[in-house]
Nanobody, 126 residues
Framework: EVQLQASGGGLVQAGGSLRLSCAAS????????IGWFRQAPGKEREGVSC????????HYEQFVQGRFTISSDNAKNTVYLQMNSLKPEDTAVYYC???????????????????WGKGTQVTVSS
């Protein structure tokens, strides 16, 4: 059974940092690529960053470029999202997801997702 468990969310002041973790089970990173997505209240779910752990390639949406870093520990089957210089507009529920492997780190869109994990709330106060 494919499972993804996101953790590490919380309340932080603008300019602060958080590190999200996504623990995957029931599959390996050879089977699926991993992505981080977020959904703010009243908005559609959107891609944030995706990684192909087979070759280490990464993709970042423009609005997090230079502030967020995605990484993976293949031995632990865990993907991380280091979020620095957080802004109030980063406030959202963050989800990790298993994506069809043919996309690799590219096309970091919700439509590329095969399995969703439960989200973790990130709240950035101004």
């Amino acid at each position: 059974e494919v499972q993804l468990q996101a953790s590490g969310g919380g309340l932080v002041q603008a300019g602060g940092s958080l590190r999200l973790s996504c623990a995957a089970s029931g599959f390996t990173f050879d089977d699926y690529a991993i992505g981080w997505f977020r959904q703010a209240p009243g908005k559609e779910r959107e891609g944030v960053s995706c990684i192909d752990s087979r070759d280490g390639s990464t993709h970042y949406e423009q609005f997090v470029q230079g502030r967020f870093t995605i990484s993976s520990d293949n031995a632990k089957n865990t993907v991380y999202l280091q979020m620095n210089s957080l802004k109030p507009e980063d406030t959202a529920v963050y989800y990790c997801a298993a994506r069809a492997p043919q996309y690799g780190s590219a096309w970091c869109r919700p439509l590329s997702v095969k399995f969703w994990g439960k989200g973790t709330q990130v709240t950035v106060s101004s």
